[in-house]
């Protein structure tokens, strides 16, 4: 069996989680029947401090959903350079809301208030387009799991309330976050006007998230799903497994920090260009392979020879993701395979 740490997505549900669905109460969610699908959203909402709840079956339809209930067609939503909502969302923000979008740039994906601040442009007038909407990703994918400090997010969110502006969280992984740093889903929560929230990554369900927000926002993006044609019916067996995912997955994701902290160590110990393990916050080690005689296609590939599937997500970057699948001893076995490759092309090169 191969080692497969391309992404947190990978896992697949449990035993117990599948019981957990089979035995769910269903009824049709579209007419609000479905009680397994109700309890989840008022149970997420809570946990955020937010009024409701609205579950989806993607992270980017809840993203979509929450961005639209807060930009108008015309207007603009500004966020990180390397965020999912602008790189891997496939431009839905036009294409479904005609939302533009504008970009600073960070060093790891990190938030520094003052970034986003200085290129939001309020009340443009006439000529320039205006920013409604800050989104702030934590963690940060493509940064390689960085925990936002929440003193910046609080910052950021003080001074662009009092500018007219509004905030969203493409909270993905906030569960991640949230294990890291100590920091409560309702200290997160209050910082933001909307949240989108996925059970689908290192909480380990097959499917589901939520979008999260006030009553009047929730119901306005209940039409808009059922407009893009997500509106599901017995969908409570879905959302028992992010019940489930809710119960048993969150503390676990230490572990899931911990090993990917080993695998940096590990091969910050073959270079120390490759990766800066004080930098690893949760369960994403990047590879910086700029200064290794190999590209991220090539590791990729002779990764999966060996039997361990990992992403390239740059000519030079390549992204390791731990998760509930992932124990003890792959990982032992996932850092020997790394770094009997890296230590080859540092020989070749
Ligand atoms: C995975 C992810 C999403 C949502 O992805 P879906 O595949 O649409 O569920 C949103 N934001 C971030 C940062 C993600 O990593």
Redesign the pocket.
Known sequence: MAIDLRSD?VTKPSAAMRAAMAAAEVGDDVYGDDPTVNSLEERVAAMFGHEAALFSP??????QLAIRTLVKPGEEIIVETR???VR??LGAAAAFSGITTRTWPSTDGLLKAEDPLAIAHENAGPYLVSTKAIAV?N???FGGGTVQPINEIAKLSSAAHARGIAMHL?G??IWNAHVASGVSCAEYGKHFDTI?V?L??GLGAPIG?LMLSTKDRVAEARIWRKRYGAGMRQVGIIAAAAHFALDNNIARLAEDHARAQQIAVALASVDSTLVDPTKVETNIVGLDLSHIGISAADLTSQCKEAGLWISALGPHYARIVTHLDFDDVQCAEAIEILKKILQRALVAK
């Open positions: 997505t993607t992270g980017s339809l809840a993203n965020s999912h909502i891997a969302e990703e963690t940060h994918n493409d993905a992984r989108s996925c689908s990554k998230s």
